[in-house]
């Protein structure tokens, strides 16, 4: 029988989806986070959740000759609907195009985050953009694995812990699953994220949140400008000034078990995505204000990948140093601050405008608010004299 806490659990579902016996589900716990409760009733303690547990299994990463790339998808449209580079919806689209099932994570009505699969290209849409927010995986192990077992090509999508959470469900090596694992700096709770756009409405007196999108290009390129709509009004913001991203960003609300990730060193993926923050000073002739790419080739499946879709992308090679060097969750996982300390203690107990602005607004800098007050084009002209 698994016996986990809420400091060691991922929330990958991988027990919950493999008990031949139905006795485990997810609940939450007082952060928000799913953990699995066994109801002792039922269970026979057969051990296979214990078994299939990515955490509790020594999964051996790739070991390939790893290719570093830098990406920047060709396709223009398809790029400005991108957090960065383009380089999932580059490959998904191809993948789709020759008959594969890509499952991926998405804002369903009411903006909560979970996987689906997708096996039409005009639905692509729906998985892409970051979502700063853990997204439940409920049912699509299995349901991967029933397209596999029909020799369909599969293409799974998902942090680091989830692709281990569903290589670990299956058990076996299936030749026609593909996995992507994203550069993850760690996931905050579902919960904070509701009461979050609960708040954000409140704050605008509009309604409730209709669209949200973590990472906007519209008014100033490829960066953390995010975006949301409520009933008659479309607001563009400045992630630092926002006391949802801003604790994201700083680290302060991450799942426990994100401060000691195992996957953060070992790439089980097929392929490693992410931004390539730092290009313009690695690369500074590949930069693009629409975005920039990495992407990590750890297996020979992920080279097939790469090498389906080479004419869709512009491409450069590249090292792990220098991707590395801007993307810290490559070589370790995030430090945990003092801050993560109390940041959930009252999320249960005072209401989501308290919580917000007396918990997370503090943590604001006022030269981040500052800032807020200087054009975006002023900043840039700047920042290029600087540089």
Request: a positive charge.
């Amino acid at each position: 029988m698994i016996k986990v806490t809420n400091k060691t659990c991922t929330g990958c579902r991988t027990c919950e989806m493999k008990c031949p016996h139905k006795c485990i589900k997810m609940i939450e716990d007082v952060e928000g986070f799913l953990i699995p409760e066994v109801n002792l009733s039922i269970c026979v303690d057969c051990g296979l959740c214990e078994q299939v547990c990515p955490l509790l299994q020594d999964i051996r990463p790739n070991n390939y000759d790893k290719k570093i790339l830098a990406i920047k998808l060709k396709d223009k449209k398809l790029i400005m609907n991108s957090a960065s580079g383009g380089a999932f919806v580059g490959i998904a689209k191809e993948f789709i195009l020759n008959g594969g099932v890509v499952f991926g994570c998405t804002f369903n009505k009411e903006l909560k985050v979970s996987h689906i699969a997708i096996n039409n290209i005009e639905k692509l849409f729906l998985l892409q953009g970051s979502k700063y927010v853990q997204s439940n995986t409920e049912g699509t192990y299995a349901e991967a694995k029933k397209y596999l077992d029909l020799g369909l090509n599969v293409l799974y999508t998902g942090t680091p812990c989830q692709i281990a959470g569903i290589m670990c469900f299956l058990g076996e090596k299936y030749e026609n699953l593909y996995t992507i694992e994203l550069i993850c700096h760690g996931v905050p709770s579902p919960k904070l994220f509701n009461n979050y756009l609960i708040w954000l409405s409140k704050k605008y007196h509009n309604g409730p949140i209709q669209e949200y999108a973590f990472r906007s290009k519209e008014a100033n390129g490829w960066g953390l400008t995010y975006k949301f709509k409520l009933n008659t009004k479309t607001k563009t913001k400045i992630s630092s000034v926002d006391p949802y991203y801003n604790a994201f960003l700083k680290g302060y609300t991450y799942r426990e078990c994100c401060y000691k990730c195992k996957f953060a060193k070992n790439r089980v993926g097929d392929i490693t995505i992410g931004d390539y923050w730092g290009i313009e000073e690695e690369h500074p002739n590949f930069f693009d204000s629409k975005g920039v790419s990495a992407v990590i080739i750890n297996s020979r499946k992920g080279k097939k990948l790469i090498d389906s879709v080479f004419d869709k992308f512009d491409i450069l090679e590249s090292t792990y140093d220098k991707v590395s060097r801007h993307n810290k969750n490559l070589i370790e996982p995030t430090n945990r601050p003092k801050e993560r300390d109390n940041i959930y203690n009252d999320i249960n107990y005072i209401s989501v405008e308290e919580y917000f602005n007396k918990r997370m607004s503090k943590f604001i800098s006022l030269k981040s608010k500052i800032g807020t007050l200087i054009p975006t084009g002023i900043k840039k002209k700047i920042g290029r004299v600087i540089g």
